[in-house]
């Protein structure tokens, strides 16, 4: 009788767990969104769009956790080796899961095998800029100086594997020019001294050079998305320029760890995609320069594992790393 009392209440808990699983009462309390970079970056400002859209739709609590340094990869390790149970998630970007696998000799983690993919938000272009004392109008224009005046261009970034220094060493290997690196800590600074004439030329985020290229203080020559961005126009992508296949974006997407239920991680990636389907959330990531990409896990896993290929073969022939 004991025994039978027993196998009921097991199965009875059983019962009660399952909806648990089901992902049909996910959450039951708030969720958190680690991004490793700081508050008030391009990685940040799209995971406070999105994450405040999601309370919205959970009624709870979606909290927004800065943990920054080494490249993102804090933050990165911090969810890889967080419970897989859908309340700890990961704001994962060109940098943490392109980028970084090549370029650190040795990460924490493996960033495609630790985690579980949920749904891109979006990307962000880069802008080829030069200072107007560079006699170019175009990328054609930019490359023939270049190869008429080798190494003494001399290229800006906001630091040594960026997405920005990445892009030109990418432009580098598939157009043979040879520029000159001069890295800055954060784009800021390096902004100030290619509007200076300090340096020439630069890759930098559409967002932030909008202002400076309106102003006629520095000239956009492309941009590294695969189409035209819809804040410049007016200025041809750098593959339709002359350099076809080049595509650089600043990406970010959501992530947790491996191992989330299916049933959890589809209910996450299901409301990601209805938020980011929202006319409103699309116009408040659109003022920040960003190009909504809702996608499903499949898509996004491989958009990751082709990243960080990609960034694998520039990060070798170029030979830098962050050790």
């Not at 927004?64 to 419970?83: E, H, P």
């Not at 392109?98 to 630790?114: E, L, M, Q, R, T």
């Not at 990409?293 to 290929?309: G, H, L, R």
């Amino acid at each position: 009788k004991n025994l039978n009392l027993l196998v009921g209440a097991a199965a009875l808990t059983l019962a009660m767990a399952a909806p648990l699983v089901s992902g049909q009462t996910f959450p039951a309390k708030p969720v958190r969104i680690i991004v490793g970079f700081a508050s008030g970056g391009n990685v940040d400002i799209p995971t406070r769009i999105v994450a405040s859209k999601l309370g919205e739709l959970w009624g709870t609590s979606v909290i927004v956790d800065n943990r920054s340094g080494a490249g993102g990869n804090i933050g990165a390790d911090l969810v890889a080796k967080a419970a897989p149970d859908g309340y700890t998630l990961l704001t994962c970007n060109a940098a943490s899961h392109g980028i970084n696998p090549s370029f650190y000799k040795k990460i924490p983690f493996d960033a495609v095998k630790d985690f579980s993919f949920i749904s891109q938000i979006g990307s962000t272009a880069n802008v080829l800029l030069v200072h107007p004392s560079v006699p170019v109008k175009t990328v054609g224009e930019f490359i023939a100086y270049a190869k008429a005046n080798p190494g003494k261009i001399g290229f800006a970034s906001a630091g040594v594997g960026t997405s920005q220094h990445l892009a030109m060493e990418l432009l580098k290997s598939m157009t043979g020019i040879n520029v000159v690196h001069v890295p800055y800590k954060g784009g800021h600074p390096a902004l100030t001294d290619l509007l200076g004439g300090q340096v020439q030329a630069m890759f930098a985020a559409v967002p932030t050079s909008q202002a400076t290229i309106k102003a006629g203080k520095l000239r956009a020559l492309g941009v590294t998305s695969p189409k035209r961005s819809a804040q410049l126009p007016d200025v041809p992508t750098i593959a339709e320029s002359g350099v076809p296949g080049f595509s650089v974006t600043s990406w970010y997407g959501l992530c947790a760890p491996a191992g989330v239920p299916q049933p959890v991680l589809a209910k996450l990636q299901t409301d990601v995609v209805k938020v980011l389907t929202q006319p409103d959330t699309r116009q408040r990531l659109a003022e920040q320069g960003i190009e909504v990409a809702a996608t499903n896990s499949e898509q996004f896993t491989e958009f990751v594992k082709e990243e960080i290929a990609k960034w694998a073969k520039v990060v070798k022939e170029a030979g830098i790393t962050a050790d």
